[in-house]
């Protein structure tokens, strides 16, 4: 009874490892498969298209981060406190969890996990576009300038933590807040 769900974990490890450093569209599900060593049968049986390890995955890696962001809510802070603790939110899980993080600022073109899509308030970019107050064009401006550093760092392996910079970082986003 317990070796489905062993399969099963093994099968999302993988498929977290391959896809966050090599992209959803870019990695096979027989990659996946090869790399959790299962067939292919048994990767279907658990997970019936690629779409549906997809939606699964970032579920469960994005749920700390949304739990957090929901707490942020919760505080109703102003814009610029909003900002600063979403910055030290998403810096400390890229120190945490970087790959986790990569899935987060680059996701699928294929589909849109429901855990980063625009329609949903407790997606960590809805959350901090509802804190900012911004409209659309400027939460975007505001959520490329928060994730670009994490993409460079991820992007050219650079070592070392993000933390340390969060504060410099957030004083900078600021200014963008009307």
Not at 60 to 87: I, K
Not at 132 to 150: E, N, Q, V
């Amino acid at each position: 009874m317990g070796r489905p769900a062993f399969v099963r974990d093994r099968i999302l490890a993988a498929a977290f490892d391959l896809i966050a450093v090599e992209g959803y569209e870019a990695v096979s599900t027989r990659a996946i498969a090869a790399a959790a060593k299962v067939g292919p049968a048994s990767m279907f049986k658990h997970f019936p298209s690629k779409e549906s390890l997809g939606r699964e995955l970032y579920a469960l890696a994005l749920a700390p981060l949304q739990h957090q962001f929901a707490d942020l809510t919760a505080s109703a802070p102003e814009p610029g406190a909003a900002v600063t603790t979403a910055v030290e939110l998403l810096y400390r899980a890229y120190d945490e969890r970087p790959r986790m993080t990569a899935l987060l600022i680059f996701p699928p073109h294929e589909f849109t996990p429901w855990e980063i899509d625009p329609a949903n308030p407790r997606a960590v970019r809805s959350v901090l576009t509802a804190l900012t107050r911004l409209d659309a064009d400027d939460a975007a401006i505001l959520w490329g300038a928060l994730t670009g550093p994490l993409q460079d760092r991820f992007l050219r392996r650079r070592s070392g933590t993000m933390s340390p910079f969060a504060a410099a970082h957030a004083a900078r986003l600021i200014r963008l807040l009307p």
